[in-house]
């Protein structure tokens, strides 16, 4: 499969714990970028990066949030003391220019 | 700052009907429309962009910045169109998408 892969696809965590969760885009995809999903709304932009250097972050994300792509590779989204109303599905993507973005299978988190 | 409303959270329509699903935007800016479709079991994936003007899968959608609309349309819905469809604007160059809240489309026999 040569598409955005998510892992872990599914995370349980007690409250107050650290995840961290990794993406790896499509190889030749210099654009990687980070949503957020609730119920029953639509993905909520997070991040993004251009190569490793992160150009845009949300402020919706906390202090608590901090997200990383050493070598314009891969990328790691850590959540630091999480809470209950972190719960949420969060979603990768990547493009290969502004306009088309491709998303990964997204990493379920629960916080209990 | 940029809002996108998708207005109906669910619409059913029967096959062979028309479909219509309504997105309007509020952006000061210069404004690039998408629309994401994500079926079944499926990821999250583009269906069109304004930019382009073209049809996928039977779909169309004209950009009508004078009502900030970008409404999707098929002449004839078929079964395999029953999906959750997001409308999407693109700002910061078209990096950063705001996603409206989804519009289930259910097609029936």
């Known amino acids: 499969d040569t598409g955005v892969s998510q892992d872990p696809r599914h995370k349980i965590t007690k409250r107050g714990q650290n995840v961290t969760f990794r993406c790896d885009p499509i190889?030749?995809?210099?654009?990687l970028y980070w949503y957020r999903q609730t119920l029953g709304q639509g993905p909520e932009f997070l991040t993004y990066f251009q190569n490793e250097a992160q150009l845009e972050k949300s402020r919706l994300l906390s202090d608590r949030f901090s997200a990383e792509r050493p070598k314009g590779s891969f990328s790691t989204l850590e959540i630091q003391r999480t809470e209950q109303g972190d719960s949420a599905m969060y979603l990768c993507?990547?493009?290969?220019?502004?306009?088309?973005?491709?998303f990964g299978p997204g990493t379920r988190l629960t916080v209990t | 700052a940029q809002r996108v409303t998708q207005p109906e959270k669910l619409l059913s329509v029967f096959k062979g009907a028309p479909v219509e699903l309504k997105c309007n935007y509020s952006y000061s800016g210069s404004p690039e429309l998408f629309w994401y479709v994500q079926y079944s079991r499926q990821r999250l994936q583009l269906l069109l962009r304004?930019?382009s003007r073209e049809s996928i899968k039977g779909f169309t959608a004209d950009l009508n910045k004078g009502e900030t609309s970008f409404h999707l349309k098929k002449p004839f819905a078929q079964e395999e169109d029953s999906a959750m469809y997001y409308c999407?604007?693109?700002?910061?160059?078209?990096?950063?998408?705001?996603f409206g809240t989804g519009t289930q489309l259910k097609v029936e026999l």
């Open positions: 993507a990547s493009s290969p220019t502004a306009y088309e973005q491709y």
């Open positions: 190889s030749e995809h210099n654009r």
């Open positions: 304004h930019i």
């Open positions: 999407a604007l693109g700002t910061g160059g078209g990096n950063k998408l705001t």
